[in-house]
């Protein structure tokens, strides 16, 4: 974000030029099953294949595991006076939670676990806002323009320091 004066003394334009939020999704397993295929009783066959019935064997796998991100940026410029607040929205994700639900046991017997068993799908929706107030500070702490004591964090004891002096 970047703001700058005007020629109006109490506004500010703000310019939110690369505002962006990366998500991690998950990971995707790009990886593989290792097998074994022997035919007959040698692991190994090289030239002509003459028995017709290969047998394979899982011996492990190797999990290559990619991470997924999601980025969302948002483009924006606005111009306040001193105590404004604005609302940036629209920053909106998007997922399918699928959930499987069964009871113990029943759930898992062939025909009859069918009765057992439900699924079922749910959309659920992220929407992230941002509020930004405008506050105009001189160099030592003061606000610019104090005449907001009806806000109790910019009020400080009847002050209008924001923090405090520099000695």
């Given at each position: 974000?970047?703001?700058?004066?005007?020629?109006?003394?109490?506004?500010?334009?703000?310019?939110?030029?690369?505002?962006?939020?990366?998500?991690?999704?998950?990971?995707?397993?790009?990886?593989a099953l290792i097998s074994s295929v022997s035919i007959g009783d040698s692991p190994y066959i090289s030239g002509t294949l003459t028995t017709?019935?290969?047998?394979?064997?899982?011996?492990?796998?190797?999990?290559?595991?990619?991470?997924?991100?999601?980025?969302?940026?948002?483009?924006?410029?606005?111009?306040?006076?001193?105590?404004?607040?604005?609302?940036?929205?629209?920053?909106?994700?998007?997922?399918?939670?699928?959930?499987?639900?069964?009871?113990?046991?029943?759930?898992?017997?062939?025909?009859?676990?069918?009765?057992?068993?439900?699924?079922?799908?749910?959309?659920?929706?992220?929407?992230?806002?941002?509020?930004?107030?405008?506050?105009?500070?001189?160099?030592?702490?003061?606000?610019?323009?104090?005449?907001?004591?009806?806000?109790?964090?910019?009020?400080?004891?009847?002050?209008?320091?924001?923090?405090?002096?520099v000695p």
């Amino acid at each position: 974000m970047k703001a700058q004066s005007t020629s109006i003394p109490r506004a500010v334009d703000l310019d939110f030029t690369k505002l962006q939020v990366e998500d991690f999704e998950g990971f995707v397993d790009y990886g593989a099953l290792i097998s074994s295929v022997s035919i007959g009783d040698s692991p190994y066959i090289s030239g002509t294949l003459t028995t017709v019935n290969p047998t394979q064997t899982l011996i492990g796998s190797a999990p290559f595991l990619v991470p997924i991100f999601s980025k969302r940026s948002l483009q924006s410029r606005v111009r306040l006076l001193d105590g404004e607040t604005v609302g940036l929205g629209g920053l909106i994700s998007e997922s399918v939670q699928m959930v499987d639900d069964k009871v113990p046991g029943l759930g898992d017997m062939p025909v009859v676990g069918r009765l057992f068993r439900s699924e079922a799908s749910q959309k659920i929706k992220f929407n992230l806002v941002i509020f930004c107030t405008v506050r105009i500070i001189e160099p030592d702490g003061k606000l610019t323009f104090p005449d907001d004591e009806s806000n109790p964090e910019y009020a400080q004891a009847g002050s209008a320091e924001m923090m405090p002096s520099v000695p």
